[in-house]
């Protein structure tokens, strides 16, 4: 099955600073890449996705790149807020039987100092 | 669009009793919602999926007898924990996806379970 891995674990930056986040996954059949954001006490909300057709997406301040020639993928924040901090989740879905079921990173834990 | 809302936010309940969790698509049909489980401070772990009208698909090391998943309609799936115990305190987390739809999944709030 897949096995994603992601890192850092923790990512303390000040504010206005960027912050990347990296995963790595092993099925080179995964071809659907999302990112989810989630806050305390909360559930995960998706943020950006990327699908293997694509090698860059970027929504305002939000980037994602993927490379699949060496299977990984990174979220990059710019600027970033106070209220980016959360714990933000990758994840890889390769399409079995017609239809995507992600593997999740372990998260990174992402701390906006103001 | 694309709201996912779960119900209760947190229950308390004593050890040995059944507790009920709702997953409810607010704004659009969903053919397939998932279960999942996350302990403090690490990742979602999939416990089963389910499709409208069908039986949920559990996911290895999950007790399909402990774990009762109903997808009784387009718009609600029910995951009941049976007999609780303090280990399956947990938060549980269900996601919709879009009928028509091959990927992506929307998130509810999460359960908040704890097993006095």
């Known amino acids: 099955g897949e096995n994603v891995e992601q890192h850092p674990s923790t990512l303390s930056v000040q504010e206005g600073d960027s912050a990347v986040i990296k995963c790595t996954y092993s099925?080179?059949?995964?071809?659907?890449f999302p990112w989810y954001k989630q806050e305390l006490g909360k559930g995960p909300q998706l943020i950006i996705d990327i699908r293997s057709n694509v090698g860059e997406k970027k929504d305002q301040r939000i980037a994602v790149t993927l490379n699949k020639t060496a299977k990984h993928f990174s979220l990059h924040i710019t600027e970033t807020q106070p209220e980016d901090s959360a714990v933000y989740f990758c994840a890889a879905s390769p399409l079995s039987g017609g239809s995507y079921i992600p593997t999740f990173g372990r998260g990174t834990s992402l701390i906006v100092h103001p | 669009g694309a709201v996912v809302s779960q119900h209760p936010s947190w229950v308390i309940c004593k050890s040995g009793t059944s507790v009920k969790i709702e997953c409810r698509s607010l704004d659009f049909q969903a053919t397939t919602m998932f279960w999942y489980r996350q302990f403090p401070k690490q990742s979602l772990m999939l416990m089963a999926t389910?499709?409208?009208?069908?039986?949920?698909?559990?996911e290895q090391g999950v007790e399909k007898d402990k774990f009762l998943i109903n997808h009784a309609s387009l718009t609600l799936s029910t995951l009941t924990v049976t007999s609780a115990h303090p280990e399956d305190s947990s938060f549980y987390i269900c996601?919709?996806?879009?009928?028509?739809?091959?990927?992506?999944?929307?998130f509810g709030p999460g359960t908040r379970l704890t097993v006095l």
């Open positions: 996601s919709a996806r879009r009928g028509g739809r091959t990927d992506t999944q929307y």
């Open positions: 389910s499709n409208e009208g069908s039986k949920a698909t559990y």
């Open positions: 099925d080179s059949a995964s071809n659907y």
